[in-house]
């Protein structure tokens, strides 16, 4: 079950280490023929400028077949998309798989209930790389 943290962010506890949870993401992400637009390795960026930060990486994904029916339903929730999840590892070595909560993103953007399904594979995607 993916906890809520209270400002739409969803955070699920991986079984996997980041680079182990990236992978998976990966591999079930083409499996379902969505598209990887970009992986963000923010750890290996700040160790570029010779600082330190724990594994983090941003997985910004996609499908315009899901993505262009909310854009035309609600243009503004263009800023929420690509859909994205961030595998990140907290302090005491837990790897958490966080992602923007579909209804937080229906609420936000006044999507109507029937194009949720088009955001809420982000739900089902942590699910499948964290257990």
């Given at each position: 079950?993916?906890?809520?943290?209270?400002?739409?962010?969803?955070?699920?506890?991986?079984?996997?280490?980041?680079?182990?949870?990236?992978?998976?993401?990966?591999?079930?992400?083409?499996?379902?023929?969505?598209?990887?637009?970009?992986?963000?390795?923010?750890?290996?960026?700040?160790?570029?400028?010779?600082?330190?930060?724990?594994?983090?990486?941003?997985?910004?994904?996609g499908s315009?077949?899901?993505?262009?029916?909310?854009?035309?339903?609600?243009?503004?929730?263009?800023?929420?998309?690509?859909?994205?999840?961030?595998?990140?590892?907290?302090?005491?070595?837990?790897?958490?798989?966080?992602?923007?909560?579909?209804?937080?993103?229906?609420?936000?953007?006044?999507?109507?209930?029937e194009l949720?399904?088009?955001?809420?594979?982000?739900?089902?995607?942590?699910?499948?790389?964290?257990?």
């Open positions: 079950m993916a906890k809520n943290v209270g400002n739409g962010i969803l955070k699920k506890r991986s079984n996997y280490s980041v680079h182990e949870t990236l992978e998976r993401l990966k591999q079930t992400l083409e499996e379902r023929g969505i598209t990887i637009f970009a992986i963000v390795d923010h750890s290996g960026e700040a160790e570029k400028v010779g600082m330190k930060m724990r594994p983090t990486q941003l997985v910004i994904f315009p077949k899901a993505g262009t029916p909310l854009m035309l339903a609600a243009p503004g929730i263009a800023i929420d998309l690509p859909l994205k999840i961030l595998i990140s590892e907290d302090p005491d070595g837990n790897v958490l798989v966080s992602y923007n909560g579909p209804t937080y993103l229906q609420n936000r953007h006044g999507l109507p209930h949720l399904q088009n955001i809420a594979v982000v739900e089902t995607l942590a699910a499948a790389v964290t257990e």
